[in-house]
């Protein structure tokens, strides 16, 4: 188990515990945490509505192109910027803080 922050739109932190043994998603994890996001493509990195800021140091697996190419087409986009469907959560995540962004 590891423990990640969210910060909801409201700036509001929300600590969840999290399995690592299961291959969840950020976006999954959000979402079974009932935070406001929709994941609407269901994780294909197709629609951007998991868009996170990143606020910790850890170091993330790269973004694939596709995450990328999301990302070139998402609104409010920052250096931190990733989608959260794109982000399957590991032992090494422990401590992560991202932000939900803005919609």
């Known amino acids: 188990m590891i423990n990640i922050t969210v910060i909801d739109r409201e700036k509001q932190p ?7 043994d299961m291959g ?3 976006m999954e ?16 990195a197709l629609c951007a509505s998991c868009h ?6 850890h170091e993330l697996p790269e973004p694939t192109d596709a995450e990328m190419d999301m990302l070139d087409s998402a609104f409010f986009v920052q250096a931190n910027s990733r989608l959260g469907c794109q982000l399957k959560l590991t ?13």
């Open 14 to 20: 929300h600590e969840i515990e999290v399995p690592t």
């Open 24 to 26: 969840l998603s950020l």
């Open 29 to 44: 994890v959000c979402k079974a945490s009932d935070l406001p996001v929709e994941g609407t493509c269901g994780g294909m």
């Open 52 to 57: 996170v800021y990143v606020h910790s140091d």
């Open 91 to 103: 032992d090494e995540m422990d401590g992560l803080t991202v932000e939900l962004a803005k919609v």
